[in-house]
């Protein structure tokens, strides 16, 4: 079926919509979408694109009443993928708009279950429905029909790419995330915000040496990099056992959030974390140096004394 046909129904369907204050308000802003999207998109007059930003625009009661709409306007086996990939599609989209992920996965699925004419972007869709509902093997799965879909169109895309790696890292498959990551960016330059990906992702492979090489890179140009630098530091002690390159990244972190709106909840957590570190090695004078600053970071003048006070008075809690 031609485009121009979903076009016709869906106009057809919108001029004869209910009234009612809060879906007008609903179909303006859908409106003012679509004027948007035609004076971006101009040269390309894709009008399925528009029908599914508008739909995703919409309120629940609208959109079931379209459903119910194109159902009854097209009950014919043939039409079957235009209901799915309007309605049940966006049944899916529109509850994981709301953070339905379950309730999204069953109506992506439904509409796979129909001859739909783009089924990756349903497969997106659903690989993205699939992790925010925790099932990571399903979704691993839908992540990979969808790559080699792409990869056999040549149309892999960077940000999916590392925003699966990114996915894969954070469940633990290291070596998955890096394979896509190195990939990705076979044949051209890095881009800076995806060095501490990629920094993780030869942690998590064991490459140690590679890992701290990447993110020294990274920070030597991300100066502002508040949280990079102690991401950093916790991996020189996690990983070396090195307290001194540890502490100086954990400043270096202090230093770049000066600008900072909660600056000083980031420096009082930064010099509590100090004061473990120091106190795990049994370097109590620099234990107590950092507690006394998260004292004083944390609290007024009289109680920071107070706490003070009582470590001096118990000669530091040294340990004999």
């Not at 009612?20 to 894709?46: C, I, S, T, V």
């Not at 379209?66 to 599609?89: F, H, M, Q, R």
């Not at 089924?119 to 399903?138: F, H, Q, R, S």
Request: charged share 30%.
């Amino acid at each position: 079926m031609e485009i121009k046909a979903i076009k016709s129904w869906y106009e057809e369907y919108r001029q004869n919509m209910e009234t009612g204050e809060e879906l007008a308000q609903e179909r303006q802003k859908a409106l003012d979408f679509e004027a948007e999207w035609r004076a971006d998109n101009e040269r390309l007059h894709q009008d399925d694109q528009i029908m599914h930003g508008y739909a995703n625009l919409l309120m629940g009661k609208e959109l079931k009443a379209l459903g119910e709409y194109i159902i009854k306007k097209y009950p014919s086996k043939e039409d079957k993928w235009l209901i799915a990939d309007a309605v049940y599609y966006q049944y899916g989209r529109y509850y994981m708009y709301k953070n339905e992920a379950a309730e999204a996965v069953k109506w992506f699925e439904k509409a796979l279950k129909n001859k739909i004419p783009y089924p990756y972007k349903v497969w997106e869709d659903l690989a993205a429905a699939y992790i925010e509902a925790g099932d990571y093997k399903k979704a691993d799965y839908w992540i990979r029909r969808y790559m080699k879909h792409r990869r056999e169109k040549d149309l892999t895309s960077h940000y999916d790419m590392m925003n699966y790696a990114k996915f894969y890292l954070d469940i633990g498959q290291c070596e998955r995330a890096l394979a896509l990551m190195l990939e990705s960016h076979e044949n051209r330059n890095w881009y800076l915000y995806d060095l501490p990906l990629l920094a993780r992702a030869y942690f998590g492979v064991g490459n140690m040496d590679k890992g701290f090489e990447v993110y020294e890179e990274y920070l030597q140009k991300a100066k502002t990099d508040d949280f990079g630098f102690a991401e950093l530091a916790l991996s020189y002690y996690n990983y070396k056992g090195d307290v001194e390159r540890a502490e100086a990244l954990y400043l270096k972190s202090i230093e770049a959030a000066s600008n900072r709106e909660d600056v000083r909840h980031w420096n009082y957590q930064i010099y509590d974390i100090l004061s473990i570190i120091f106190a795990n090695s049994g370097i109590w004078d620099k234990c107590f140096h950092y507690l006394r600053l998260y004292f004083t970071t944390k609290y007024g003048a009289a109680e920071s004394d107070l706490f003070c006070q009582i470590i001096d008075a118990n000669n530091g809690f040294k340990v004999n």
